[in-house]
């Protein structure tokens, strides 16, 4: 079975302030791969990055890091310089194809308020 | 950029009633999923549909719950006999392949009365 941890149910930080949210994981899976979704209040789930269990290097998108600790089971998403329009709630989720198919599971979830 | 779509946004029901809640997943995509949130909960995985099939479903998938392509677009969720704890958001994922990235429909979200 996997599961995923986010131990932070809220965060705030101030505008133009870099903010990391935490996320660990257990799997059994050798292979596996790690997502971090962003949904605002109005409810969509977007897409924001991902990291493979074989990637070498941590994933960044824009303003989205991954650091990715694989020996920790971490993967912390780290924004850099917030906004106001990032606040929203954030879920970390995992794939493990061997012990789970193509399914997604997801942690709880960070609620993140970014203030002016 | 291609996305997701889902109907309808919103949806009210009578308790028993049947839903059928649709997606037009992305045009290429082969893999097609079905997600509940209810209220203030984590995403929990329905069922995935591959090839015309389902090909693997959770505990919270059951008899009630059917899902169905019938044409070359839509992806179909139906829940038979509403109940009260189906109230959830309900999203509509695909993917191109297993090892990538799964996107979202903006869901819908369900109240069973």
């Known amino acids: 079975a996997q599961k995923i941890t986010q131990t932070q149910p809220g965060m705030f930080v101030q505008e133009k302030e870099a903010v990391t949210l935490d996320c660990t994981y257990d799997t059994s899976d050798p292979s596996y791969g790690l997502f971090w979704y962003k949904q605002p209040s109005s409810g969509e789930m977007i897409f924001l990055i991902y990291q493979g269990s074989y990637d070498q290097q941590n994933a960044t998108e824009g303003r989205y890091s991954l650091n990715f600790q694989k020996a920790r089971k971490s993967a912390n998403l780290v924004i850099s310089a917030s906004q106001l329009g990032d606040s929203a709630m954030y879920f970390c989720?995992?794939?493990?194809?061997?012990?789970?198919?193509?399914?997604?599971?997801f942690g709880e979830g960070t609620q993140l308020t970014v203030n002016p | 950029e291609p996305e997701v779509t889902q109907t309808p946004s919103h949806q009210v029901t009578q308790m028993g009633q049947e839903v059928i809640l649709r997606c037009v997943p992305i045009?290429?995509?082969?893999?097609f999923y079905w997600y509940r949130q209810i209220l203030g909960q984590k995403v929990e995985f329905l069922v995935s549909f591959y090839n015309n099939e389902i090909s693997e479903k959770s505990e919270i998938f059951d008899d009630q719950f059917s899902v169905e392509r019938p044409d070359g677009s839509n992806f179909t969720l139906k829940i038979r006999s509403t109940k009260l704890e189906d109230s959830a958001m309900y999203f509509c994922?695909?993917?191109?392949?297993?090892?990538?990235?799964?996107?979202f429909g903006p869901g819908t979200r369900l109240l069973v009365l």
């Open positions: 994922a695909s993917t191109g392949g297993l090892g990538e990235t799964q996107y």
């Open positions: 989720a995992m794939r493990g194809v061997q012990t789970s198919g193509s399914r997604l599971t």
């Open positions: 045009s290429n995509h082969l893999y």
